[in-house]
């Protein structure tokens, strides 16, 4: 029945109510709680992530960045929501061609699920896979 709504043409026809709503929270966020604060990086995180699935892959670039500067000043290297910053770059740098980039995110990435989870885990499985298909490229 809800079918419709997830078919390319519909996408493309909510795409910009989407980044619109997404830089709204992002303002918001800031002049709530300031530049600094987890829930103003989680608003750039998920701008970045809506302008990665739209192909806007510079525009993501720059919103990921600024959601993982902001993590690692609030939370560290080896918190989670770092490691998700991490791994999000890494994704969009490999869609822009930037193999160097791209790896050094995922493999930190990687590092912090190894440090979190062990080597017998799914997750760190999924980082190793990401790794693995940047290297193939």
Do not use: W
Request: proline letters at 2%; one cysteine or more; aromatic letters at 8%.
């Amino acid at each position: 029945m809800l079918r419709h709504f997830s078919t390319p043409e519909n996408k493309m026809k909510f795409a910009g109510e989407r980044i619109r709503n997404n830089q709204t929270a992002v303002k918001q966020c800031k002049r709530c709680f300031e530049e600094e604060h987890p829930s103003t990086a989680d608003s750039y995180y998920e701008l970045g992530v809506t302008q990665h699935e739209l192909g806007d892959f510079n525009s993501a670039l720059e919103s990921q960045q600024r959601a993982l500067d902001i993590r690692l000043k609030l939370f560290g290297e080896d918190h989670p929501s770092t490691e998700d910053s991490h791994h999000s770059l890494g994704i969009t740098h490999h869609e822009l061609g930037d193999f160097h980039s791209a790896l050094e995110s995922k493999q930190r990435a990687l590092d912090i699920q190894r440090k979190r989870f062990g080597e017998g885990h799914l997750r760190t499985a999924e980082s190793y896979h990401s790794l693995g298909v940047t290297h193939y490229d």
